[in-house]
């Protein structure tokens, strides 16, 4: 069982960074495809972003591009981060961890195919 744990949330002002990063109980994330999903109050879990297992290919959401940035940590591709940037209100949600062993550019985006979950941090962002 692959334990995925997140760590880095918090309250921020508006226009604030905050990065959230995402380990692993396994040596490494390798081959798996790690994704961002957020949770806001009353609305379903969306996605945010993906990074492939190549360590290089990365997927965003509409909302986030230009101010949110995934990357891996290390060539080890042990830990993952979240750079986000210009925080705003709206951002405001329970940030989930989750790996996946698919990788095609519809299935990374798709909840349903995750296998791995963390148990979530919360990014709350004031106006």
């Known amino acids: 069982q692959v334990q995925v744990v997140e760590s880095g949330g918090g309250l921020v002002q508006f226009g604030a960074s905050l990065r959230l990063s995402c380990t692993t109980s396994?040596?490494?994330?390798?081959?798996?495809?790690v994704a961002w999903f957020r949770q806001a109050p009353g609305k379903d879990r969306e996605f945010v972003s993906a990074?492939?297992?190549?360590?290089?290919?990365?997927?965003y959401t509409n909302s986030v591009k230009g101010r949110f940035t995934i990357s891996s940590a290390n060539t080890k591709n042990t830990e993952v981060h979240l750079q986000m940037n210009d925080l705003k209100p709206e951002d405001t949600a329970v940030y989930y961890c989750?790996?996946?062993?698919?990788?095609?550019?519809?299935?990374?985006?798709?909840?349903?195919?995750?296998?791995?979950w963390g148990q979530g941090t919360q990014v709350t962002v004031s106006s």
């Open positions: 989750a790996a996946t062993l698919a990788q095609s550019r519809q299935d990374i985006r798709r909840e349903l195919n995750y296998d791995y």
């Open positions: 396994e040596h490494t994330f390798s081959p798996y495809a």
């Open positions: 990074i492939a297992s190549d360590g290089r290919t990365v997927y």
